[in-house]
Each structure stands twice: as C-alpha cells, then as structure tokens.
C-alpha cells in the first residue's frame, strides 16, 4: 500500500465505451497527477492538479477528461478511446506542484486496453 | 524544453556484476530525483539529489550529481536478481513540473 490508491487495477473497455479510472491518496498531499506509461513513452505527464485547480495539460486529447472534486481525490474520464491509448495509467501525488524536495507517490497504475 | 536522456536503454548483467545508469540533461537541473520501477509494478521514489557533486548510498547503491549539476548516476555494486526492474531519472521540466528520462531496464542473470 503506498498511500495513494488506484481502482481499478485492470480495464478493458470498447471504443465507443466511457468509464472512468479514480485515484485517491491518504497522504495529505496537495498535489495530484496522472501519467502514461506505454511502450513508446515511458512515463508521459497528462494533467497537473494543486489544490484541486487543474496547473498543466499536457496536450492532452479532449477525451481524456480529468477531474479533481478535492486535493484527496483524481479522475480521469475515458470516452470513445482508441486502441492507441491503451497503456498503463499512474496516478502520483506530491506535497505540492512547484520543485521541491519532495518526491512523487505513485499508484499502483490502471492497466487500459481498448478494443 | 528541459529534456532529461538517460542511457543504456537496456543493461543485462550477471548476478554479481556492477551496473551503472546515466542521466543527461540539456540544461542545469535545480536537483534530480531517482525511482525504480519492478516489473508489473509502479515507480517508487529512490533519493533525491540537490547539491553540486553530490554523493548519496543507500545499501549497494550509489546516486551521484555531477559538478555542473548536468547529469547524474546510478552504480549498484554487486547486482542481486533483487535489482531487477527500470530504473529513472527524474528533474525539473517547464513549470517545475517533474519530467522523467526515459528509464534504464536491468535485467539480471541468476
């Protein structure tokens, strides 16, 4: 258990399908992040959250919608994906979003596949 | 933007051998942070590095910071199968947000 909890840990979901993934931290971090991980690109940030207001998107396609109800709480909403995106999704909380001397905890990931 | 290289890209190594992973950035990081990734699992946080020529251990572990604060090391001495996973690099890109190299994968020989 590293504090920050992801569900669900595996999904398979067609094109036209929406489902979201949710990540929580128990860690009283003010920050909240979601990276990808796939083959071609290790680990891709996609969107940046302090204090619950969205600080970056990393152009990031318009279906993948994030969602951040409070500084415990991430989502990533998912609708008419591609089989491209299929990937492992990391969630990762920090003390804050500016550099520091804080390290990131990571989720334990969701595994995507699209169909 | 702030790119962070790291090299080998993969590194096989008999069990008892030494590894060593680089880290090269094209510009002066403010520190660098290292995590290790086992296979199937997630990145976990190793050490963070903030002064020039910095030298941390932990165990057979080596994390070094260059003088220029430009590039950075891993050394494991004496691998254990225990070792095995990726392993990167990680430093301060646009926005202060973290960016990570690409990983190095060590995969050890029993």
């Known amino acids: 258990e590293t504090g920050v909890t992801q569900t669900p840990r595996h999904l398979v979901m067609g094109m036209t399908n929406k489902k979201s993934l949710k990540c929580e931290q128990h860690?009283?971090?003010?920050?909240m992040y979601w990276y990808k991980q796939s083959a071609k690109k290790p680990l891709e940030l996609m969107f940046v959250y302090s204090l619950e207001e969205r600080v970056e998107n990393n152009s990031v396609p318009s279906r993948f919608s994030p969602e951040c109800p409070n500084s415990s709480h991430l989502f990533l909403h998912l609708h008419t994906l591609q089989p491209e995106d299929s990937a492992l999704y990391l969630c990762a909380s920090s003390q804050d979003s500016g550099w520091g001397n804080y390290g990131y905890t990571f989720g334990s990931g969701t595994r995507l596949t699209v169909v | 933007g702030q790119q962070v290289m790291q090299i080998p890209q993969y590194q096989h190594v008999q069990e008892g051998e030494d590894f060593t992973t680089y880290c090269n950035s094209s510009?002066?990081?403010?520190?660098i942070q290292w995590y290790k990734q086992r296979p199937g699992g997630h990145p976990v946080f190793l050490i963070q590095?903030?002064?020039?020529?910095e030298v941390k251990k932990q165990k057979r572990l080596t994390f070094q910071f260059g003088e220029a604060k430009k590039n950075s090391s891993l050394h494991i001495t004496a691998t254990q199968t225990t070792d095995v996973g990726t392993y990167f690099c990680a430093g301060p890109g646009a926005g202060n947000m973290l960016t990570f190299g690409g990983g190095t994968r060590l995969m050890v020989k029993p």
């Open positions: 590095l903030v002064k020039s020529g």
């Open positions: 510009t002066t990081l403010s520190n």
């Open positions: 860690l009283g971090h003010n920050a």
